[in-house]
């Protein structure tokens, strides 16, 4: 098997907001005070972002025919191809790659690396 690391950059940057946030812009931008920012992507310390960057990586990894394991929904993803498996485990920005189809994972950090910017820290 092959045992691969890899990380995704900015997660909690890469998701647009489902609902409207609205924020006091720095104290370094000049505005009237009247004034508020309305985000459009999620930014670090709000409580929407961790959920907002996991529901994009579900929906990504579910379009390439992952499934969710059924003994652990947040880390675990499945894939059975005809030449082997392929197991993705996530922690937060960090994912484990690992399985004994070797075009299959690298198809899978092609895909990765197209949805997300990501720096591969090669074999585990």
């Known amino acids: 098997m092959t045992y691969l690391l890899a990380y995704v950059k900015n997660i909690l940057l890469n998701k647009d907001l489902q609902k409207e946030v609205y924020m006091t812009p720095p104290p370094s931008v000049s505005h009237d005070s009247e004034y508020v920012c309305k985000l459009k992507k999620a930014l670090y310390g709000l409580k929407q ?3 907002a960057w996991f529901e994009k990586f579900f929906a990504m990894i579910s379009s390439l025919g992952f499934i969710s394991s059924g003994h652990d929904s947040a ?12 197991i993705l485990s ?13 075009d299959g994972i690298l198809v899978l ?13 090669g074999n585990l």
């Open 49 to 51: 972002a961790p959920c």
């Open 109 to 121: 950090k092609t895909e990765l690396a197209r949805q997300f910017e990501m720096k591969d820290l």
């Open 90 to 102: 996530l922690y937060v920005d960090n994912m484990i790659i690992t399985g004994d189809d070797i």
């Open 75 to 86: 880390f675990f993803f499945i894939k059975c191809t005809n030449a082997g498996l392929i």
